[in-house]
């Protein structure tokens, strides 16, 4: 059992950056692959950006990539999810996810074990 918690959300004006970060339960942290997803009102939940294990693999929804940075610190358990360059339609629930499948099928298959409660991100235009 994993258990993720976010922080880090808030409201930002367009152009302005955020960092959210995801705490995770457990002493197996380093053995899932770990995502962000979003889920803006009257959508579906989409993916946002994926990690491997390692740290040393990412991988970015089109919509985000040159913008955001997934990174992860396996001795403290946690995720992060740098934002940039932030625009009015980046605002959703983000959501921290964790899975026992690889980084990639996370960002294809939506692959996920666990998920967090979600923190809002509202950026005004």
């Known amino acids: 059992q994993v258990q993720l918690v976010e922080s880090g959300g808030g409201l930002v004006q367009a152009g302005g950056s955020l960092r959210l970060s995801c705490a995770a339960s457990?002493?197996?942290?380093?053995?899932?692959?770990m995502g962000w997803f979003r889920q803006a009102p009257g959508k579906e939940r989409e993916f946002v950006a994926a990690i491997s294990r390692s740290g040393a693999s990412t991988y970015y929804a089109d919509s985000v990539k040159g913008r955001f940075t997934i990174s992860r610190d396996n001795a403290k358990n946690t995720v992060y999810l740098q934002m940039n360059s932030l625009k009015p339609e980046d605002t959703a629930v983000y959501y921290c996810?964790?899975?026992?499948?690889?980084?990639?099928?996370?960002?294809?298959?939506?692959?996920?074990?666990?998920w967090g409660q979600g923190t809002q991100v509202t950026v005004s235009s």
């Open positions: 996810a964790a899975g026992r499948g690889t980084y990639q099928s996370m960002g294809v298959t939506s692959d996920v074990d666990y």
């Open positions: 457990g002493r197996t942290f380093s053995s899932y692959a």
